[in-house]
């Protein structure tokens, strides 16, 4: 029952192509080609300098954790959930993303750890990326 509270997020215009991509698995956001700057969320012009020159880019999915917290009460509709993590994601194309990171005791969470994105269906519609730490760093480079 308590899932029923839980809000999902409305897509519009600005948002429609990174929430397409994440139905795809894949993670975008959007870099302004004036300035050259990089942005999250998603919006028609640059945060930076204003240009509505701005473009999707896909991401590579990995980064490493910025800040986060961990909650104790929950908000409505996590309830079941507690304790949970609110991070904010520091993508390697500098970006930072609100989510949260997923198979990761609270205890464990740290500052700086490497993440990679998974996703999470939960709806026809709606597909949440979060986040995942990098366990063997190390394994996925070539032998
Ligand atoms: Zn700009």
Not at 104 to 126: H, N, R, T, W, Y
């Amino acid at each position: 029952m308590a899932d029923t509270l839980k809000r999902l997020p409305y897509v519009h215009s600005e948002t429609e192509s990174f929430w397409n991509g994440a139905r795809r698995h894949e993670l975008w956001f959007t870099r302004c080609r004036a300035c050259l700057h990089h942005y999250f969320s998603p919006r028609d012009f640059c945060p930076s300098c204003f240009s509505f020159d701005v473009e999707w880019t896909k991401a590579s999915g990995r980064g490493t954790v910025y800040s986060f917290t961990v909650c104790y009460r929950p908000a409505p509709g996590f309830e079941d959930e507690v304790p949970y993590n609110v991070a904010l994601v520091e993508l390697a194309e500098g970006v930072r993303m609100m989510s949260t990171i997923v198979d990761c005791a609270a205890d464990d969470l740290k500052v700086g750890m490497p993440v990679e994105v998974v996703f999470e269906d939960v709806s026809q519609d709606i597909t949440l990326p979060k986040f995942g730490p990098v366990d063997h760093p190390v394994s996925s480079k070539p032998e």
